[in-house]
Nanobody, 119 residues
Framework: QVQLVESGGGLVQAGGSLRLSCDASGDTMCVSVLGWYRQTPGKERELVASITSGGTTHYADSVKGRFTISTDNAKNTVYLEMNNLKPEDTAVYYC?????????????WGQGTQVSVSS
């Protein structure tokens, strides 16, 4: 089983930046993809960015060019660098792992980290 703990959220003004971190532990050998998701009240959780163990990345159109996902394999940590933040980026951000590109998340959802962007 994989355990994930997110950190790094906060309150920033529009145009600002934040860096989120997610520490993975447990059975990480089965993880092929790490991803960041976000959710706002009343809406479904959406996938924001993914990165494979080989470094291939994918971003939602809404964050492309502003967010960057990266990993530190030595630390089993995945990061989300968020620049030029917009009020519509306000959400609880979660990370999760997948055993394949198109597979479902395999870890239990954690508490996430709140990102709030003021206009």
């Amino acid at each position: 089983q994989v355990q994930l703990v997110e950190s790094g959220g906060g309150l920033v003004q529009a145009g600002g930046s934040l860096r989120l971190s997610c520490d993975a532990s447990g059975d990480t050998m089965c993880v092929s993809v790490l991803g960041w998701y976000r959710q706002t009240p009343g809406k479904e959780r959406e996938l924001v960015a993914s990165i494979t163990s080989g470094g291939t990345t994918h971003y939602a159109d809404s964050v492309k060019g502003r967010f960057t996902i990266s990993t530190d394999n030595a630390k089993n940590t995945v990061y989300l660098e968020m620049n030029n933040l917009k009020p519509e980026d306000t959400a609880v951000y979660y990370c999760n792992a997948r055993s394949s590109w198109s597979g479902p998340p395999i870890a239990s959802w954690g508490q996430g980290t709140q990102v709030s962007v003021s206009s």
